[in-house]
């Protein structure tokens, strides 16, 4: 457990002597933190909640073929799978190559927020330790529809369609992110929405049976197969992650004016706060579906609760709710590692660095 902790304490000590250091030290110290957060994540060993069902499939590749879409796992994924076990490596080596995009992918969103460390901060309880480590799939999923975000708010728009398809293609439930590609421009351009529209049509065609499992799996009957006495299936820590979300998505309606000046950054943030109260009102009848796809709506938390702070002028109120923060998610983790239903899987934190 206290590898955790520390791995979190180190960003922790960067926000406090974020003021005292040179920006050639910050950025050192920045990188090497980004280093063994790399390090952390993509050689674990036997941590995370889906370890040995991914483990499982790694070590019985059948023959892979590049034209079939029809298969057990999400299609890159798969492919990814098949040439690290084809060139005899272990499973711990595509985690690590994972990894670094995954870490790539938060630090490109977070340098956009006043304090690098501070949404690090944010981050790792929730994405970092759960989405990072053990969804593997939707982890990959995820940081590669956080990198469409920034294009989103760069306005690159070949860059948006680009990472929102490597996204569907590690994990199809990625699919809605290129619903807000009309929205890219300040005017809403008729002929790209049909053109969107036709490659969401043409994704759904080819993913249409993978589609339809997920669909199965978390709204359709296949929801009540593994449960106990025919009863749903429940997240137990839906209420609390949505939750964060719904607070965050809450403050950004009523400061979003203030959060951000940036008009793709409004248009981005306020469709993930209108998708969080949809979800939120889904997780009465679906939680375990809610809260999936409620992950990859965390990066509001980033840009709220790593901004915030710095709408108050006066350094009192503003390190009070900069600590404050930073602490409130430091018990978080506190509280997941020690009473989390499935935290036993995170638990010991094993690294074959070190075995």
Same mark, same amino acid.
């Given at each position: 457990?206290?590898?955790?902790?520390?791995?979190?304490?180190?960003?922790?000590?960067?926000?406090?002597?974020?003021?005292?250091?040179?920006?050639?030290?910050?950025?050192? $110290?920045?990188?090497?933190?980004?280093?063994?957060?790399?390090?952390?994540?993509?050689?674990?060993?036997?941590?995370?909640?889906?370890? !040995?069902?991914?483990?499982?499939?790694?070590?019985?590749?059948?023959?892979?073929?590049?034209?079939?879409?029809?298969?057990?796992?999400?299609?890159?994924?798969?492919?990814?799978?098949?040439?690290? +076990?084809?060139?005899?490596?272990?499973?711990? $080596?595509?985690?690590?190559?994972?990894?670094?995009?995954?870490? +790539?992918?938060?630090?490109?969103?977070?340098?956009?927020?006043?304090?690098? %460390?501070? %949404?690090?901060?944010?981050? =790792?309880?929730?994405?970092?330790?759960?989405?990072?480590?053990?969804?593997?799939?939707?982890?990959?999923?995820?940081?590669?529809? !956080?990198?469409?975000?920034?294009?989103?708010i760069k306005e690159n728009k070949?860059? =948006?369609?680009?990472?929102?398809?490597?996204?569907?293609?590690?994990?199809?439930?990625?699919?809605?992110?290129l619903l807000i590609y009309p929205?890219?421009?300040?005017?809403?351009?008729? !002929?790209?929405?049909?053109?969107?529209?036709?490659?969401?049509?043409?994704?759904?065609?080819?993913?249409?049976?993978?589609?339809?499992?997920?669909?199965?799996?978390?709204?359709?009957?296949?929801?009540y197969n593994n449960a106990e006495?025919?009863?749903?299936?429940?997240?137990?820590?839906?209420? /609390?992650?949505?939750?964060?979300?719904?607070?965050?998505?809450?403050?950004?309606?009523?400061?979003?004016?203030?959060?951000?000046?940036?008009?793709?950054?409004?248009?981005?943030?306020?469709?993930?706060?209108?998708?969080?109260?949809?979800?939120?009102?889904?997780?009465?009848? $679906?939680?375990?579906?809610?809260?999936?796809?409620?992950?990859?709506?965390?990066?509001?938390?980033?840009? /709220?609760?790593?901004?915030?702070?710095?709408?108050?002028?006066?350094?009192? !109120?503003?390190?009070?709710?900069?600590?404050?923060?930073?602490?409130?998610?430091? /018990?978080?983790?506190?509280?997941?590692?020690?009473?989390?239903?499935?935290?036993?899987?995170?638990?010991?934190?094993?690294?074959?660095?070190?075995?």
């Open positions: 457990m206290i590898s955790y902790f520390i791995m979190l304490f180190l960003p922790f000590l960067g926000l406090i002597n974020s003021d005292r250091v040179s920006k050639n030290t910050s950025f050192f $110290f920045t990188i090497l933190y980004l280093f063994f957060l790399v390090l952390f994540i993509g050689f674990r060993h036997e941590v995370g909640g889906d370890w !040995t069902q991914y483990v499982h499939n790694y070590s019985n590749q059948t023959i892979y073929d590049f034209y079939n879409f029809d298969i057990r796992s999400d299609y890159l994924y798969e492919y990814l799978s098949f040439l690290f +076990y084809k060139f005899g490596l272990s499973y711990h $080596f595509l985690n690590f190559f994972l990894s670094i995009i995954f870490v +790539y992918s938060i630090y490109s969103f977070s340098r956009l927020q006043p304090s690098l %460390a501070f %949404a690090f901060i944010v981050c =790792f309880p929730i994405i970092i330790i759960i989405m990072g480590m053990g969804f593997t799939r939707q982890g990959i999923a995820f940081a590669f529809i !956080t990198l469409s975000m920034v294009s989103f070949y860059n =948006f369609l680009f990472f929102s398809i490597l996204a569907i293609f590690f994990h199809k439930s990625a699919i809605f992110i929205f890219i421009n300040q005017k809403i351009n008729y !002929t790209e929405i049909f053109f969107i529209l036709i490659i969401i049509f043409i994704l759904a065609i080819i993913l249409r049976g993978d589609l339809y499992n997920l669909y199965n799996n978390y709204l359709g009957e296949n929801l006495e025919s009863s749903q299936l429940v997240a137990r820590g839906a209420p /609390v992650r949505i939750g964060l979300n719904l607070i965050a998505s809450t403050i950004f309606f009523i400061f979003y004016r203030e959060l951000t000046y940036n008009e793709n950054e409004k248009k981005l943030f306020l469709f993930l706060s209108f998708s969080v109260f949809f979800i939120f009102i889904l997780s009465f009848k $679906f939680s375990v579906f809610a809260d999936r796809v409620n992950y990859y709506f965390t990066p509001i938390q980033i840009i /709220v609760f790593s901004r915030f702070p710095y709408l108050f002028y006066k350094e009192r !109120t503003r390190d009070f709710l900069i600590y404050s923060t930073a602490l409130f998610y430091i /018990v978080i983790l506190f509280i997941w590692l020690n009473y989390a239903e499935y935290a036993h899987a995170w638990l010991p934190y094993q690294n074959i660095l070190l075995r």
